[in-house]
Structure formats: C-alpha cells, structure tokens
C-alpha cells in the first residue's frame, strides 16, 4: 500500500476530520503541516480500516511514538480488528 501524500493528506482532513487519523493535531503534525498517521486508504471513505490502522501502529513504533501507538491500537480494539486483542 502506498503512502499517502501531503495533499493527499490534506485533502481527507478537511473530508473526515480529525479520526480518520493517529495524530492530526500533535505537536509534532502541526510543526510538518500535515496529520500524521492515516487510518484510512487513500482512495477510500473516511471509515478507517484495519490493514491501515496496522500500517499506522507498525510506523507509529518504528518511530518511537509509544503514545501515538497506543490511540491507534485502541482505536482498533474499538472496531474488533483481529490483530489488536
């Protein structure tokens, strides 16, 4: 799965606001002008989606963000995904 872009990301904030992703409004998001961590697809609604949330936990640990990580697998957890228990 590809990426999303800043555009991109840009564009699903102002459609679905601030759930469809890990960190939208951080610090750290604010300072690159961008959300962070999408839990949606790309070209999908703004019902986030499993193999995304997973993407997202996955990059949200390699980067050291335990907090950011935490929100998303909780968020998962609420939506039943398998590989959040």
């Known amino acids: ?32 002008g961008r959300p962070r961590y999408p839990l949606t697809k790309v070209g999908g609604g703004c019902e986030p989606d499993c193999s995304s949330m997973l993407l997202a936990f996955r990059r949200a640990r390699q980067q050291h963000e335990s907090k950011i990580a935490k929100r998303i697998k909780r968020k998962a957890r609420t939506r039943g995904c398998r590989w959040a228990p």
């Open 1 to 32: 799965m590809a990426r999303m872009t800043t555009k991109q990301r840009r564009r699903k904030f102002d459609e679905c606001g601030a759930g469809a992703f890990g960190d939208a409004t951080g610090p750290k998001a604010k300072k690159a």
